[in-house]
């Protein structure tokens, strides 16, 4: 049995919850086919900084596209939802989050889905069906009301005093909203929510004098939503689309706090040990300090896992995110304790993870006391003050906004944003892009590395299989990191033959070439392509002699000569389920 379990009276850890939903979904008669999640810092998206749900990577194929594992998926995909970072504090938001999801592709719809997710819980996880309740979409002038989705409920036995219906502000799903928010060629749909009740805690009258399941009050907690993604925005307005399609998600931490029986999701065993870290070296005890110490665990983990996709603190794009979760983190920890040391926010991370860690902390506590007396001086704070502070002191804007706020004043984000961008237009003396494929620069070390993992790619789908597809990299100076889908950790025999085949290759001396075509083109030509990214109408193929072959925007060496070495693999780990990672670099 899980030590934390015992340790914490724990009702099923997020370990057994996700390995029960594979299993079921997986299993007969559901018969889905167990999909590698997307990587957390996405590819050739210049869209979005993060993953921040499963069907991010499904959306052509909610559309008709034939996905190469059929029909019937499923996953846990991690994920994280920057308009979240304000909410938490209280017992229910997180920044950084695992997705449980299932779907069907043009397969089985309401009839199916809402009795194996009724099942999912009720039987595999044993939550009571008395504390559940679930919603229905009310309708509107488009889209008649989901009373089909209330029958099956019904059948299903749900009381009928558990069955709510709601408008599109609740029971409606696309990526832009509500369909008028939607954009022509967006897809959404009803959806059908599943909650747990709270019995223990009391309605408060202050949001309204009866509770209902989407009550702020606290005494529900949304742990599923069934969405039926069945229409398409046109000009005219809502189309049906010609496939009916299914996608299922459920919060991985909330789904823990209804089997712990407890609304604060931060006393899951995804949480506890660090809690238990920081109540250690604050001093403090998190009955009487939840909010800060919830703040500071949850900014924690999220920045632990953004770590781990190679990113690390800086002023732009995923760096500024993981700067501002740190740095939030590290005056929350100053107020607790009074100081604050290099080593506060380590906490229980491996070694590297906090060295990260540490080094950012300590770039910040050299400005902190100072910034902070400055802002004692402040009486009244307006944008051109909270850049000065940005720019003089390291306070990234949400903190500064955070701090005025808990004395009654307002910062003007559109106003501090024009300061920064008039700072950026003196201050610019040359313009420093990101190149695609996870590059940190654009120096020669990069782009020899960025070419072994094209020789990498290949290496590994002759080794291991045609099942190997690239899922994420990260590229510095002196190493490279490989995502890949694999299930089983490489052995030493499969590690060498990976090796010898690269280096085999360099031998050659073959030389890169590129084509410009369009996508379609590129997989007929049979490229290498991420399933689900977004890519221009016209793409670049790269080759390497007849070893490899692939859509990348990525800068690459002319001949294989140019990379002056041979490569080694430093090391293999497992990332997620069913998705593996290497670490490698050139030897001269």
Known sequence: MDRKRILYNLGMTTAEIRAKYLKFFIGKPRNHKEISPAPLVPENDPTTLFTSSGMQQLVPYLTGEN????????????????????????????????????????????????????????????????????????????????????????????????????????????????????????????????????????????????????????????????????????????????????????????????????????????????????????????????????????????????????????????GYVLRRLIRRSALKVRDLKGKLVGGDLSLNFESDIAKVIEDEVGRFSISLEKGMKQIEKIDSVDSKKAFDLYQTYGFPFEVTQEIFADKGQKIDKDKFQKELEMHQEKSRSASAGKFKGGLADSSEATKKLHTVTHLLHAALRSILGDHVSQKGSNITSDRLRFDFSHKEKLNEDEIKKVEVLINKEIDKDLEVTSETMTLDEAKDAGALAFFGHKYDELVKVYSIGKFSKEVCGGPHVKRLSEIKGHVRINKEESVSSGVRRIYAVIEK
């Open 67 to 318: 996905h190469p594992e059929g029909k019937r998926l499923v996953d846990v995909q991690p994920s994280i939802r920057l308009q979240d970072i304000d909410e938490v504090g209280d017992n229910r938001h997180t920044t950084f989050f695992e997705m449980l999801g299932n779907w069907s592709l043009g397969d089985y719809f309401k009839a199916e889905q809402l009795p194996w997710v009724w099942e999912f819980f009720t039987k595999e996880l044993g939550l009571d069906g008395n504390r559940l309740y679930v919603s229905c979409f009310e309708g509107n002038k488009e889209v008649p009301r989901d009373t089909e989705s209330a029958k099956i409920w019904k059948k299903i036995r749900v009381p009928e005093d558990h069955i709510f219906f709601y408008g599109v502000k609740e029971n409606w799903w696309s990526r832009s909203g509500p369909p008028n928010k939607m954009p022509v060629g967006e897809i959404g749909g009803p959806d059908s929510e599943i909650f747990y009740e709270f019995t223990q805690v009391k309605h408060d009258p202050k949001f309204g004098e009866k509770c209902h399941p989407n009550c702020e009050c606290g005494r529900f907690l949304e742990i599923g939503n069934s969405v039926f993604i069945q229409y398409q925005k046109t000009k005219e307005g809502l189309k049906e689309l010609s496939q009916k399609n299914v996608d299922f998600g459920g919060g991985l931490e909330r789904i823990a706090a209804a089997m712990n029986d407890d609304p604060d999701v931060f006393k899951i065993d995804a949480f506890v040990l660090l809690i238990k870290k920081i109540s250690s070296v604050t001093g403090k005890a998190y009955k009487r300090n939840e909010t800060s110490m919830r703040i500071i665990a949850d900014h924690m983990r999220a920045a632990n896992m953004i770590i781990r996709e190679g990113v690390e603190p800086s002023n732009k794009q995923q």
